[in-house]
């Protein structure tokens, strides 16, 4: 069994996630983390859909440590393969549909003979019983057996409630029916007389079918909620065509994509699945990255690019080198932050633990104490006897028990969708209290790739030749084709958009400064000031306050030199993503003041501002690394909770400071780790989506709290009052449960 290895703080530490079996309510959440918790330097994280629980536990404590704890507690558990989690037990809905059936078909006849004095014939009271007996048996049965095992361990759950309830109702029952076998030897409106029997067969028969339809719909509903993260992780190839050296020639080979291994190579055609994560060493192609990003335009990939596993390749054959397999692929690491997030808990439903695990014993003295006061204030057994089952079915929490997990395992599922990795429950609450949203401009705002703006024809010197700006563009772009520099390759790429460039030769270059070769028998000389001085080349005054207008407005400019004179210059800036306008308006509404954070320059910086609509009050230009945890920190100093986006190395330290981190899916590992959300893809306007979907995640969480509470606070003493029919109670309990989930299933149909 594997295991994920994580750092604890004081020791080293695992994440184990088991699949817990048996579990029912609230009650049974609260006491396996309980349980679990005792153990030494153990954290548990029980979820109630998922039948799961994530562990962080120390080297010292075993898996089947952890199992017997869980086993002893009176439920069964196996610890869960890290590559597929959320993988518990499909069989649920099926199993109970067939307990479901039998109840239904046998309660309707019980209810109608019960109920319907004109059905009713000599002796039908035997007839209900046989009826009643296999449904309060074998229908109820997980409600007996769990009962039972919480017994043992002096322990109560909601299906104690339950069990008691609907044995109290059938055995009270039962025995008005041995004791005084006559009691319903006349049937249809003659037995209707003063002394008509007090059977409660069909209540036993109708609260286990309501309870079961109830458990039924929430089993199916509970799967469909959790179809999001298992559609993730079968997201990836299941065959990988892998280059094999045959008898001295390079040639294909099928092999199943889970026993790739780092730098094996691959071969993906048009329309296939990119078997792992890898770098692409030949060929030329756009990959569909949607399925992991949510966007819909593909990527261009040359070689030299990265690739991710699962994402698919639309047009031309590329090779792929392998660099990361199995449960380090992006894909697998998706999986497991889902998995993690839904099986957490929010600082909220910390309230409703809480109260479950007094809930059930304070549920059975209050029928017990509603029992002895109606039959002491009455003198009536029946209405005693009702009102105490009423309330014993009517409390059952399991609405409080699923209010948490099934918004959280809808809302991360359909992030996951969407690209949007939510990496705690802890988070949805922190989206709701940011106010400030520091966004990095390079990356995150923008492209990150520079593009050319503008090229420049300065007039010659007296005696020396004058060059066109197309000239100018055309050389230059020659000899900056020979650099690998980002600034040197927009150049070359811009140029080329022209026509095919020349050949340089003699070419020489600097790190940070600049590039020189032969072109066409010029002598051209593209970089800095000081690459150009290093050469003995000087602009003009006029061409020097030129370059400086250039770069006060915002833009990056290269000196072109041709023959040791300066030819012009061309100047580039960092492109604005498509939708950063639209997201930071997106912002604004959600109630956040965006703030521009770069190691640009102002000029840069108000330029990038200008065209989102930034206040320019609110950019911070020329910011260190350092200097960007500093300026979180002030803004938090100054009384805002502020969220950070960003993708680089150089964020990571700001997006841990921050309140909330949110990383760029496009950026490094360090700054997606140091982050709270992560958006797969590069647009902007998944920031926002993101943090929308938090926030109603959140929203749908405290709404289902609410209801469950409010349903419990007012049922309880409405059936203490005798207000209420215990098969009433029965559905209404079912129907709690049912609203609570259908209301988190509404999750599904976000950022339709």
């Given at each position: 069994?594997?295991?994920?290895?994580?750092?604890?703080?004081?020791?080293?530490?695992?994440?184990?996630?088991?699949?817990?079996?048996?579990?029912?309510?609230?009650?049974?959440?609260?006491?396996?983390?309980?349980?679990?918790?005792?153990?030494?330097?153990?954290?548990?994280?029980?979820?109630?859909?998922?039948?799961?629980?994530?562990?962080?536990?120390?080297?010292?404590?075993?898996?089947?440590?952890?199992?017997?704890?869980?086993?002893?507690?009176?439920?069964?558990?196996?610890?869960?393969?890290?590559?597929?989690?959320?993988?518990?037990?499909?069989?649920?809905?099926?199993?109970?549909?067939?307990?479901?059936?039998?109840?239904?078909?046998?309660?309707?006849?019980?209810?109608?003979?019960?109920?319907?004095?004109?059905?009713?014939?000599?002796?039908?009271?035997?007839?209900?019983?046989?009826?009643?007996?296999?449904?309060?048996?074998?229908?109820?049965?997980?409600?007996?057996?769990?009962?039972?095992?919480?017994?043992?361990?002096?322990?109560?759950?909601?299906?104690?409630?339950?069990?008691?309830?609907?044995?109290?109702?059938?055995?009270?029952?039962?025995?008005?029916?041995?004791?005084?076998?006559?009691?319903?030897?006349?049937?249809?409106?003659?037995?209707?007389?003063?002394?008509?029997?007090?059977?409660?067969?069909?209540?036993?028969?109708?609260?286990?079918?309501?309870?079961?339809?109830?458990?039924?719909?929430?089993?199916?509903?509970?799967?469909?909620?959790?179809?999001?993260?298992?559609?993730?992780?079968?997201?990836?190839?299941?065959?990988?065509?892998?280059?094999?050296?045959?008898?001295?020639?390079?040639?294909?080979?099928?092999?199943?994509?889970?026993?790739?291994?780092?730098?094996?190579?691959?071969?993906?055609?048009?329309?296939?699945?990119?078997?792992?994560?890898?770098?692409?060493?030949?060929?030329?192609?756009?990959?569909?990255?949607?399925?992991?990003?949510?966007?819909?335009?593909?990527?261009?990939?040359?070689?030299?690019?990265?690739?991710?596993?699962?994402?698919?390749?639309?047009?031309?054959?590329?090779?792929?080198?392998?660099?990361?397999?199995?449960?380090?692929?992006?894909?697998?690491?998706?999986?497991r932050l889902v998995s993690q997030a839904q099986s957490g808990k929010a600082r909220i439903a910390r309230l409703a633990d809480r109260i479950s695990a007094v809930f059930v014993p304070v549920v059975l003295v209050l029928a017990v104490l509603t029992f002895v006061l109606w039959l002491v204030l009455t003198?009536?057994?029946?209405?005693?006897?009702?009102?105490?089952?009423?309330?014993?079915?009517?409390?059952?929490?399991?609405?409080?028990?699923?209010?948490?997990?099934?918004?959280?395992?809808?809302?991360?599922?359909?992030?996951?969708?969407?690209?949007?990795?939510?990496?705690?429950?802890?988070?949805?609450?922190?989206?709701?209290?940011?106010?400030?949203?520091?966004?990095?401009?390079?990356?995150?705002?923008?492209?990150?790739?520079?593009?050319?703006?503008?090229?420049?024809?300065?007039?010659?010197?007296?005696?020396?030749?004058?060059?066109?700006?197309?000239?100018?563009?055309?050389?230059?772009?020659?000899?900056?084709?020979?650099?690998?520099?980002?600034?040197?390759?927009?150049?070359?790429?811009?140029?080329?958009?022209?026509?095919?460039?020349?050949?340089?030769?003699?070419?020489?270059?600097?790190?940070?400064?600049?590039?020189?070769?032969?072109?066409?028998?010029?002598?051209?000389?593209?970089?800095?000031?000081?690459?150009?001085?290093?050469?003995?080349?000087?602009?003009?005054?006029?061409?020097?306050?030129?370059?400086?207008?250039?770069?006060?407005?915002?833009?990056?400019?290269?000196?072109?030199?041709?023959?040791?004179?300066?030819?012009?210059?061309?100047?580039?800036?960092?492109?604005?993503?498509?939708?950063?306008?639209?997201?930071?308006?997106?912002?604004?509404?959600?109630?956040?003041?965006?703030?521009?954070?770069?190691?640009?320059?102002?000029?840069?910086?108000?330029?990038?501002?200008?065209?989102?609509?930034?206040?320019?009050?609110?950019?911070?230009?020329?910011?260190t690394p350092a200097g960007k945890v500093e300026a979180i920190r002030d803004l938090q100093a100054a009384g805002a909770t502020v969220a950070m986006a960003g993708d680089g190395v150089n964020d990571a330290a700001?997006?841990?400071?921050?309140?909330?981190?949110?990383?760029?899916?496009?950026?490094?590992?360090?700054?997606?780790?140091?982050?709270?959300?992560?958006?797969?893809?590069?647009?902007?306007?998944?920031?926002?989506?993101?943090?929308?979907?938090?926030?109603?995640?959140?929203?749908?969480?405290?709404?289902?709290?609410?209801?469950?509470?409010?349903?419990?606070?007012?049922?309880?003493?409405?059936?203490?009052?005798?207000?209420?029919?215990?098969?009433?109670?029965?559905?209404?309990?079912?129907?709690?449960?049912?609203?609570?989930?259908?209301?988190?299933?509404?999750?599904?149909?976000?950022?339709?």
């Open positions: 069994m594997t295991t994920q290895q994580i750092p604890g703080t004081g020791q080293e530490q695992r994440v184990v996630e088991l699949a817990i079996q048996g579990m029912t309510c609230a009650s049974c959440v609260s006491r396996v983390e309980r349980k679990l918790g005792k153990l030494d330097g153990v954290e548990a994280s029980v979820n109630l859909p998922l039948e799961s629980a994530v562990v962080r536990v120390p080297a010292s404590v075993s898996d089947q440590d952890l199992i017997d704890t869980v086993v002893a507690t009176g439920y069964g558990a196996h610890v869960v393969h890290p590559d597929h989690p959320g993988d518990t037990h499909d069989h649920t809905p099926s199993l109970l549909g067939a307990r479901l059936a039998l109840a239904a078909v046998l309660s309707v006849p019980v209810l109608l003979i019960s109920m319907v004095p004109g059905l009713q014939f000599p002796d039908w009271g035997w007839v209900v019983f046989a009826l009643a007996l296999p449904v309060v048996t074998w229908s109820a049965w997980p409600f007996h057996r769990a009962a039972a095992v919480n017994a043992r361990h002096l322990s109560s759950t909601m299906d104690t409630l339950v069990s008691i309830g609907v044995t109290a109702a059938f055995l009270f029952s039962a025995w008005q029916l041995f004791s005084d076998p006559a009691l319903t030897k006349h049937g249809g409106v003659e037995g209707m007389t003063m002394d008509a029997p007090s059977l409660y067969f069909e209540v036993a028969a109708v609260v286990v079918t309501f309870l079961l339809l109830g458990r039924f719909l929430e089993a199916s509903a509970k799967r469909r909620a959790g179809n999001a993260l298992k559609s993730l992780l079968s997201l990836g190839a299941k065959e990988a065509r892998v280059l094999r050296t045959v008898d001295g020639r390079r040639t294909e080979v099928t092999i199943p994509a889970d026993t790739l291994i780092p730098g094996d190579e691959f071969v993906v055609r048009p329309g296939e699945k990119i078997a792992t994560d890898g770098i692409v060493t030949d060929g030329h192609s756009a990959v569909d990255t949607a399925l992991l990003t949510g966007e819909s335009i593909p990527v261009e990939v040359t070689p030299g690019d990265a690739v991710t596993g699962a994402t698919i390749n639309t047009s031309g054959r590329l090779v792929v080198r392998a660099t990361r397999v199995g449960s380090d692929t992006v894909l697998s690491s998706m999986g003198g009536d057994l029946d209405a005693a006897f009702t009102a105490s089952v009423t309330v014993l079915v009517i409390a059952c929490p399991c609405a409080l028990g699923l209010a948490t997990p099934t918004a959280l395992l809808t809302g991360t599922g359909r992030g996951a969708q969407l690209g949007i990795l939510i990496r705690g429950p802890q988070v949805l609450e922190d989206t709701r209290t940011v106010d400030t949203i520091v966004l990095d401009k390079t990356g995150t705002v923008t492209t990150g790739v520079m593009a050319v703006g503008d090229v420049v024809a300065l007039a010659g010197t007296p005696g020396a030749p004058a060059f066109s700006a197309a000239e100018v563009l055309r050389l230059a772009g020659a000899v900056e084709a020979a650099s690998e520099h980002p600034i040197a390759r927009a150049i070359a790429q811009h140029a080329e958009g022209f026509g095919p460039l020349p050949e340089v030769r003699g070419f020489s270059s600097a790190p940070g400064g600049g590039v020189r070769g032969d072109v066409d028998g010029v002598t051209v000389t593209a970089g800095q000031a000081g690459w150009l001085e290093h050469h003995g080349i000087r602009p003009t005054d006029a061409g020097a306050a030129a370059f400086g207008a250039a770069q006060e407005a915002g833009t990056t400019a290269v000196w072109v030199a041709l023959d040791d004179t300066v030819a012009g210059f061309i100047t580039l800036s960092d492109t604005v993503k498509d939708g950063s306008a639209t997201a930071v308006e997106r912002l604004r509404r959600l109630g956040l003041r965006p703030v521009l954070l770069t190691g640009d320059n102002r000029a840069v910086a108000l330029r990038v501002a200008e065209s989102v609509g930034i206040d320019a009050a609110d950019v911070r230009a020329g910011v700001a997006l841990a400071q921050a309140d909330l981190g949110i990383a760029m899916g496009s950026g490094t590992d360090v700054a997606i780790e140091a982050a709270d959300l992560t958006v797969m893809g590069n647009s902007l306007e998944q920031v926002a989506q993101a943090i929308e979907l938090s926030r109603r995640t959140l929203g749908t969480i405290k709404g289902n709290l609410f209801w469950a509470f409010f349903y419990n606070a007012v049922g309880i003493p409405v059936a203490a009052f005798g207000l209420l029919n215990p098969m009433l109670a029965g559905a209404a309990m079912a129907a709690s449960s049912v609203l609570v989930v259908a209301n988190s299933l509404r999750l599904r149909g976000f950022g339709r």
